[in-house]
T-cell receptor, first 115, second 115 residues
């Protein structure tokens, strides 16, 4: 059973370009979470999705950021018109339920650098 | 509101000596608490979790944590540090009974292990 797969591992974008980050949850997991980690900081919650639904996007910036988890395929975090401040590590996690006492499993992250 | 505070940003120990990483939480409900470890440029790995079944929780790699409700603490310990324990450690609280899933991460404690 493969773990949570994120790709690419590293992504370099010029200011103004779009960044697409992909996350394939563990087999059997229908709950996906995205987090952002700035240098020397902890992870900050961005969005929680189930298949085809956004459950909680309260941690995601209102502009330029969007997320989806289609019926088929990976979850996508999309950042339009990237700026230098978007440079960070973006982690995806998945779990089989929304039970708060169940741990989430994390991918290795995508490190986005905006130049 | 729920929150988590890691009391030390850096901890340095000698190999073979005990490790103590401190975490205090704030929660109106019975909390859901976790410790994760992050090695450089890697994803997060679950060390242990508190599920209210027992106040002393044993995890992987010899780590354990004790839930103390009276002190609102969930400190992580290990009797004898190994060089491979050098990493960043995150104390995490999952919200309970709030209807959302804004997992809250502590700011992290970086553990250094000296030979």
């Amino acid at each position: 059973n493969a773990g949570v797969m994120q790709n690419p591992r590293h992504l370099v974008r010029r200011r103004g370009q779009e960044a697409r980050l992909r996350c394939s949850p563990m087999k059997g997991h229908s709950h996906v979470y995205w987090y952002r980690q700035l240098p020397e900081e902890g992870l900050k919650f961005m969005v929680y999705l189930q298949k085809e639904n956004i459950i909680d996007e309260s941690g995601m910036p209102k502009e330029r950021f969007s997320a989806e988890f289609p019926k088929e395929g990976p979850s996508i975090l999309r950042i339009q018109q990237v700026v230098r401040g978007d440079s960070a590590a973006y982690f995806c996690a998945s779990s089989p339920t929304s039970d708060p006492y169940t741990e989430a499993f994390f991918g290795q992250g995508t490190r986005l650098t905006v130049v | 509101a729920q929150s988590v505070t890691q009391l030390d940003s850096h901890v340095s120990v000698s190999e073979g000596t005990p490790v103590l990483l401190r975490c205090n939480y704030s929660s109106s409900y019975s909390p859901s608490l976790f410790w994760y470890v992050q090695h450089p440029n890697k994803g997060l790995q679950l060390l242990l979790k508190y599920t209210s079944a027992a106040t002393l929780v044993k995890g992987i790699n010899g780590f354990e944590a004790e839930f103390k409700k009276s002190e609102t603490s969930f400190h992580l310990t290990k009797p004898s540090a190994h060089m491979s324990d050098a990493a960043e450690y995150f104390c995490v609280v999952n919200p309970v009974n709030t209807g959302g899933f804004k997992t809250i991460f502590g700011a992290g404690t970086r553990l250094f292990v000296k030979a």
